[in-house]
């Protein structure tokens, strides 16, 4: 199921029209997500291409977000997907507290076509199946000005931690 992530309200307009995402393939312990952004993609900064591999301050700049919530619990998992093949995993024991490396990711792919960019990961392990996503992107524009998509947003200032950003259930998701 293809899920379309909107603007948050106090993002600056962005040379982005559209972010895309879906989660593929949820079977034998792994799945992928992917992240269509569609746009004037030459208006925006890309990190620089690096090697694969772990990376930490990925929301600084363009990078695409999953965040996973069980039902009935505080502790969750924050996944960062940057364009360069860089990622980062960490699990929470609470809202933004409790912070600890977790997992690995298993191959990010990056596509980029004339009408914008597709960015693809495959994870090791897939979460339980009662759990709640939010799909999320920062994008960073050429002037430096950051813009914040998700599903959902909750009142205020952009916060992808907040519950209500991880709004579908993952049974829902991969229909």
């Given at each position: 199921m293809?899920?379309?992530l909107t603007r948050h309200p106090k993002s600056p307009r962005s040379a982005i029209r559209a972010i895309e995402a879906e989660v593929?393939?949820?079977?034998l312990g792994r799945f992928a997500v992917r992240y269509?952004?569609?746009?004037?993609?030459?208006r925006i900064r890309l990190p620089a291409g690096k090697r694969g591999g772990r990376g930490d301050g990925l929301w600084r700049h363009s990078c695409f977000e999953?965040?996973?919530k069980p039902h009935g619990g505080t502790a969750y998992v924050e996944y960062n997907f940057a364009p360069s093949g860089q990622w980062s995993i960490w699990r929470f024991s609470d809202y933004r507290t409790?912070?600890?490396e977790f997992?690995?990711?298993?191959?990010?792919r990056v596509r980029r076509t004339a009408e914008g960019l597709s960015l693809c990961a495959a994870i090791k392990e897939a979460p339980p199946f009662a759990s709640r996503l939010g799909l999320c992107a920062v994008i960073e524009e050429e002037d430096g000005a950051l813009s914040y998509?998700?599903?959902v947003h909750p009142p205020g200032e952009p916060d992808f931690h907040d519950d209500e950003s991880s709004a579908i259930d993952f049974r829902?998701?991969?229909q």
């Open positions: 293809r899920l379309s593929l393939h949820p079977a269509r952004l569609l746009g004037e993609i030459d999953l965040f996973v409790g912070r600890e997992g690995e990711v298993e191959s990010i998509w998700s599903l829902v998701a991969v």
